[in-house]
């Protein structure tokens, strides 16, 4: 992409020096009195410095707080982006940007000044594709915590701003609206494998691959999510690039899972204690209808089972908001926390039926 780029823009440069010369030509035996110019000159109001509030103001200022991360692991590499979460050097990025080494290898955390330094993984969550990054030597005049704002409080149609290194451009700032909030996503690598969920907030600003991890930003330079998936028409050459679909993980989320990391290095998950059934084409989200390979389709015991949820029960809304399917379940469950209570409507024979379920607790990724 940066080739056929540099070649368009060789091409248009050649064809502007062509026309200039034709024009020369044609115009060859006019008197020098024609050749005035005919160009307005700006008033000299103009300034290099960007307006308040403007997105240049706020990519000038966002900047030096985002990070490009170079991933190098035995098998495979990978760069992606990161913020600056905390003043003890902490840098929130997705799980997939750091996955390659996980298994061992080496991380880099590179500033917009040009300026790169080691790190490791401190924890990560691949349901949530959430990741916390220590910076080994933190550099403390180059850790400014980008504000982070109330994702719950957000817009459809409030601007946006997202910065990250799409195909390894590092710095590149490209800007939208929230196209739509609460839009369940499951999203995966190139393998096709779905691994991780998110009740995402969907934009329009360019995204592509190198932004994930990368700050999606509101009109004041707040964070308001994560930029993490895309939804492509995969090129000729059979890599995804932007069609305008871009999706992020809301900050509230992001930010809890941050601290938990932080605190104790494992993600934490709410849970329901069922198996779905993907195979289900109706709408919502079934239960099994039997057991799995040994495992029970309501866990006896569990949060599922203490609500009076049975096999075969269809959930057609969760805490209010409505359940299209098995992902988008999986992505409502974790907008909640281990240990809250939320409305539950199912239907069962065809009969439509209502519970309250306390949501259990799964540690770690498994």
């Known amino acids: 992409m940066a080739l056929l780029a540099a070649v368009a823009l060789v091409a248009g440069v050649a064809g502007g020096a062509i026309g200039v010369v034709a024009t020369g030509h044609n115009n060859s035996s006019s008197s020098a009195d024609d050749h005035r110019s005919t160009t307005v000159q700006a008033s000299n109001t103009q300034k290099n410095e960007p307006a308040p509030g403007s997105i240049a ?74 990741a916390v990054v220590k910076i080994d030597n933190p550099p403390k005049a180059k850790l400014a915590p980008l504000a982070l704002a109330d994702s719950d409080k957000v817009n459809v149609g409030d601007a946006t ?3 990250g290194a799409p195909y390894g451009l590092e710095s590149t700032v490209t800007s939208g609206i929230v196209s739509a909030k609460d839009r369940p996503v499951a999203s995966g690598d190139e393998t096709g494998s779905q691994a991780s969920y998110m009740n995402a ?8 691959p190198g932004n994930s991890g990368g700050p999606l930003l509101d009109s004041s330079g707040a964070v308001i999510g994560i930029n993490s998936a895309i939804q492509s028409n995969a090129s000729a050459n059979g890599r995804a690039g932007s069609i305008g679909l871009g999706f992020a993980i809301p900050i509230n989320q992001a930010k809890w899972v ?21 195979d289900y084409k109706g709408d919502g989200a079934q239960i099994q209808t039997r057991d799995v390979q040994g495992q029970p389709a309501v866990t006896p015991g569990g949060a599922a089972d203490k609500a009076g949820l049975k096999p075969g029960d269809v959930i057609t809304k969760l805490g209010g908001a409505p359940i299209e399917n098995g992902p988008a379940l999986v992505s409502r469950i974790w907008t909640h926390k281990p240990g809250e209570t939320v409305d539950v409507e199912y239907t069962r024979n065809g009969q439509t039926m209502t519970t309250k379920v306390t949501l259990g607790q799964r540690d770690g990724d498994q």
């Open 258 to 278: 941050a601290d938990t990391l932080i605190k104790t290095g494992k993600p934490v998950y709410a849970k329901l204690d069922v198996l779905r059934n993907d």
């Open 57 to 130: 103001s706020i990519a000038q200022k966002a900047l030096p707080s985002v990070v490009t991360i170079k991933a190098q692991g035995s098998q495979e590499s990978g760069t992606g982006t990161g913020f600056v979460f905390d003043t003890e050097g902490h840098i929130l990025t997705n799980n997939h940007v750091v996955a390659p080494t996980l298994n061992g290898g080496k991380l880099t955390v590179k500033f917009a000044d040009g300026t790169s330094y080691s790190a490791s993984v401190l924890g990560h969550a691949e349901g949530y594709d959430v």
């Open 161 to 163: 701003i997202a910065i």
């Open 201 to 208: 907030l969907q934009t329009d600003a360019s995204i592509n």
